[in-house]
């Protein structure tokens, strides 16, 4: 048993802390709305904090999944901050799609402080999270990484360190990058056989067991054919991550025009009231375009 916090209590850390719990580690969860914490503590028996401070006292690792980087800052830093709490040694590991600049930033703050700070965000969605399949890609120092990787497999089917501090986040943008390109590419034939008068599950039966296969298509066509969104990542948090992905590109000198164009269907998908729908609702836009 290890003595372990964690901290945000949405879609994906509430079912990713239970997991935490099952695999017999003992678990003090914070989340900004303190009832939802208690939900979790009276579920899985574990305990509850007011702050994020008061949640991390003594753990060995502390846990996080928030929204984006100016959550993250409000969790670790400030005098009821995770690492004003945390104990020399002990590991920080932010599974948050952030920025590498907050990376590099808390990376350093955590050194000072004596802790570990291991940038760890996952893919998966959902479904991933509440199965304890989740994929998460690893930067920061290797023994850290080899401390924290065990208890990573309550709720992971593959955890891997790809490099030094902000290598998983750059690893989260690769993955981001990647979706973007492969969901528009399915709208687009589903988009194309419902113009043609196909029968679009028959297509995607057949097309699925060649070179067009993909997890996307495996997954949400069925759903994106009978036109149901309320599901999976929403689009807001994806455009949030397209964001981070082009201003990155941007620093490294990567050309991401299949990306930024993306982006911008996204942003229309927003438009038509679809902030909070699934990102496979970009066929969504495209039946509003006729």
Known sequence: ?????????????????????????????????????????????????????????????VFCCVGNDDDLRSVCLGADGAFAGMSDGAVFVDHTTVSAKVTAELYEKADAAQISFVDAPISGGQAGAENGVLSVMCGGDAGAYERAEPVIAAYSKMCRR??????????????????????????????????????????????????????????????????????????????????????????????LPVTALVDQFYKDVQKLGGGRWDTSSLIKRMRAMG
């Open 1 to 61: 048993m290890t003595k372990c916090a964690f901290l945000g209590l949405g879609v994906m850390g509430y079912p990713m802390a239970g997991h935490l719990k099952k695999a017999g580690h003992e678990v003090t969860v914070y989340n900004r709305t303190v009832e939802k914490a208690r939900l979790w503590a009276d579920e899985h028996g574990g305990r509850f904090a007011a702050t994020p401070r008061e949640a991390v006292e003594g753990a060995d690792f």
């Open 162 to 255: 790809i490099g030094d501090s902000g290598a998983g986040q750059m690893t989260k943008m690769c993955n981001q990058i990647a979706i973007a390109g492969l969901v528009q590419g399915l709208s687009e034939a589903l988009h194309f056989a419902e113009k043609a008068g196909l029968d679009g599950r028959a297509v995607v039966e057949v097309i699925s067991q060649g070179a067009a296969g993909s997890w996307q298509m495996a997954n949400r066509y069925e759903t994106m054919i009978d036109d149901h969104f309320e599901h999976g990542f929403a689009v807001d948090w994806m455009r949030k991550d397209l964001g981070i992905c082009l201003d990155a590109g941007d620093e490294v000198g990567a050309s």
